[in-house]
């Protein structure tokens, strides 16, 4: 299906690791300019790097999306460029501390909350006036079935995708009537160096052997018998950000193998 984003732009935060980066690349290759967001210059330079062999169109914005003054910067500079976002995916995280909620560090909470529910917050911000005086607009968020049905030894992050859905939802219908759909996807386990940093961190606790006994496990529970790939979840961002799906507003699509069916 023709995606229809030829001559968009798309600013995907944290698009220079893991699913963020594979978002971007499709989304270049539709033929939309892609505007890449991470924290450091190599990261950024890496997805560049890749939508540029691949004949797409890429520029940068290195900042942390925690900040406000930093991202209004980052999108006065594009601004200069004659760039302005019509599709936003808030798709950064950190995901710094998986253990029991009372062990964690109040400062690791508050960055985990800065960074996923402010971020997102300061890029809607930051971009969404120029999507209203367009008249077109497409964010996708991207949370978690951690928020959505919950997760121990995650609750400060998950406490935080969870504010990212309520603001999806809130958004949703206050911008619906700018022609600017609002939608969330929620990946459940997928194979990304977040997640490999996760195993490596739980085969220090628990031992390599038992992570890989928890990995089959894992396996077996997912109806469809596997882990997502970070191709799994940018198939249904392209679609959301696309026309095809402008009748869908406020939703969460979970793409997770139907480990969990939440109606
Ligand atoms: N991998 C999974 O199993 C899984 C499951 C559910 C949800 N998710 C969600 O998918 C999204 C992508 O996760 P991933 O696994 O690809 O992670 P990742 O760690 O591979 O990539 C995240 C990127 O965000 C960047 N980032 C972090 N803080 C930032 C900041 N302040 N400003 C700008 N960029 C910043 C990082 O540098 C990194 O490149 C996240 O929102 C994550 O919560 C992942």
Redesign the pocket.
């Given at each position: 299906m023709d995606m229809m984003l030829a001559g968009k732009t798309a600013l995907v935060?944290?698009?220079?690791?893991?699913?963020?980066?594979?978002i971007a690349c499709a989304f270049a290759r539709e033929g939309a300019a892609v505007v890449v967001?991470?924290?450091?210059e190599e990261?950024v330079a890496g997805t560049i790097a890749l939508i540029g062999q691949a004949g797409g169109r890429a520029m940068p914005a290195i900042?942390?999306?925690?900040?406000l003054d930093a991202v209004n910067a980052a999108v006065a500079s594009l601004a200069d460029q004659g760039l302005s976002p019509d599709i936003l995916v808030?798709?950064?995280?950190?995901?710094l501390a998986s253990a029991p909620f009372l062990e964690t560090r109040p400062e690791d909470c508050e960055r985990e909350i800065?960074?996923?529910l402010h971020?997102t917050l300061n890029c809607m911000r930051a971009v969404l006036p120029g999507m209203i005086g367009r008249r077109w607009g497409k964010v996708v968020n991207?949370?978690?079935?951690?928020a959505r049905g919950g997760q121990e030894r995650e609750a400060n992050?998950s406490a935080a995708?969870g504010g990212v859905l309520a603001f999806t939802k809130s958004m949703a219908r206050e911008v619906g009537r700018h022609n600017i759909n609002v939608n969330a996807v929620?990946?459940?386990?997928?194979?990304?160096?977040?997640?490999q940093?996760?195993l490596r961190k739980m085969a220090e606790r628990i031992g390599e052997q038992a992570v890989q006994e928890r990995e089959e496990k894992t396996r077996r529970a997912y109806p469809l018998k596997r882990?997502?790939t970070?191709e799994d979840?940018s198939n249904a961002v392209l679609f959301l950000a696309s026309d095809a799906a402008r009748h869908i507003t406020g939703q969460v699509l979970s793409v997770n193998g139907g480990y969990t069916m939440i109606g």
């Open positions: 935060t944290g698009s220079g690791s893991g699913i963020g980066q594979t967001n991470d924290i450091t990261r900042c942390d999306i925690g900040s808030n798709n950064a995280a950190v995901l800065r960074v996923i971020g991207i949370v978690s079935d951690a992050y995708k929620s990946p459940a386990a997928t194979d990304t160096p977040l997640r940093a996760l882990i997502g970070p979840v």
